[in-house]
């Protein structure tokens, strides 16, 4: 019976006009266009690891939007989404390594958007234009990474902790 209750406003449209606050929820897709460059450490020693690189895997999440509307073609929208664990993978000398580490990505997004047609009309298309304030956040490197990194500069092998 709730079910039902919940169904039922999804079955007739809604006119969306200035005044309106409109909320939904989706799916997030974050594909990372990355391009990483040589590792160089520049602290305790300056030392550049030859053929070294990473890549960053895309994520899936749940994602959060409301939409107020100005005017009846304006609207103000914001997204936010389940944080994302965003993993780090080895490339070059680094590949055998695999995954190298992790990092939650908040990304809370602000857009302007236009709304084309009229509140009435049964689909209406929008253009926007927006700003999205990007931070990485519970960041973790993998052990393997570390022991990898120290070597490579010169320093001792820490032991691993039963």
Do not use: W
């Amino acid at each position: 019976m709730a079910l039902a209750a919940l169904c039922a406003p999804l079955g007739s449209a809604y006119a969306q006009k200035a005044g309106d606050f409109v909320v939904g929820a989706g799916v997030l897709h974050y594909a990372p266009q990355d391009k990483s460059s040589t590792l160089r450490f520049t602290s305790p020693v300056e030392r550049e690891i030859p053929g070294s690189g990473s890549s960053l895997r895309s994520s899936t999440t749940l994602g959060f939007s409301g939409h107020y509307f100005i005017t009846d073609q304006v609207a103000i929208e914001g997204v936010l989404g389940v944080p994302p664990r965003l993993k780090l993978y080895g490339s070059g000398t680094l590949a055998p390594l695999g995954q190298l580490g992790s990092a939650r990505l908040y990304g809370p997004t602000v857009l302007a958007k236009y709304f084309f047609g009229e509140p009435e009309d049964k689909l209406r298309f929008s253009a926007g234009v927006g700003l999205t304030y990007a931070y990485f956040g519970n960041t973790r490197l993998n052990g393997g990474l570390q022991q990898a990194l120290g070597g490579a500069i010169g320093l001792p092998r820490m032991l691993e902790r039963p």
